[in-house]
């Protein structure tokens, strides 16, 4: 069984700066951030991006990944270099980008053509830098379901390609890890919430404890995917997005859930080895 790093999605709280920010993660005991590229790390201000990964040095945690807005196959999200060098200077062995702005239900085959090719070409250019892409895996984009996910990747058919991976709207338990099941060739990390799916209100992630602990137990027992040999760190992060209410106080009570489950799972899987 792997063991899941803990950290944070930046754009949880995007009214907060970086510093704010890494002083609640440092408070939480978690050990990575993925920083956002919208507010806290733009696209293409690589002085900003260094700033940050050394703050995020001196605390003494790492960059999970640097989630960014581009959207694969459309122009106007990029251009792609400037996301590059942002992850290049934040330090960043992964980049999160968007599928296409377009569900699969409506996408031509030319839109889906379109979406590979460039998800080939960013791929090939972040693996120049040793850093990986995963797609966010998102409604609303051609990885709005495990099929579609998995048909995207494998028509890209990229080593350096991967998947983040959430629970999906209004899908089971038994739906849920059936998917992840089906994405672990690329699966790499996780963003962790409790939502109520009726209406969108955000819970606290407790509330979740059945839910979540088959799927952290799940996403611990796969083999990490095979990644390009270019990649310096590979390390699997659970983060936790969508606190409830957008508070401080609740993402610190998430993350010392979120870090229990953690550590009791570790713990069977050490009694179940002795």
Known sequence: MSTLATGLVSITFRQLAPAEIIA?????????????GDVHVPHGDA?????VRQQTDAA???????GSYY????????????VLASAVAVGAPLIRVWAGKQGAAT????YWDTVVQDSVQIAELAA???IAVAYEFHRNTL?????????????????NLFTYWQPPWHATVAENLAGLAQLAPWLWHAHVFHWRWQDGVRLPLADGHADWRAYLRQIQAMASPPRDSTIIDTTRFAMLEFVADDSPAQFLRDAQTLQQWLASSDRA??????
């Open 128 to 130: 120049s830098e040793g």
């Open 24 to 36: 609640l993660v440092v408070q939480a005991g978690l050990t990575g951030i993925e920083w956002g």
């Open 71 to 82: 959207r694969v196959g459309h122009s106007e999200s990029g251009p792609f270099d400037a």
């Open 60 to 66: 003494g945690l790492h960059v999970a990944a640097y």
């Open 269 to 274: 899987d050490t009694a179940t080895r002795q």
């Open 107 to 110: 996408a031509d085959t030319a």
């Open 143 to 159: 990885t709005d379901s495990y099929a579609t996910a998995q048909q995207l990747l494998l028509r890209a058919a990229h080593p």
């Open 47 to 51: 002085a900003r991006a260094r700033l």
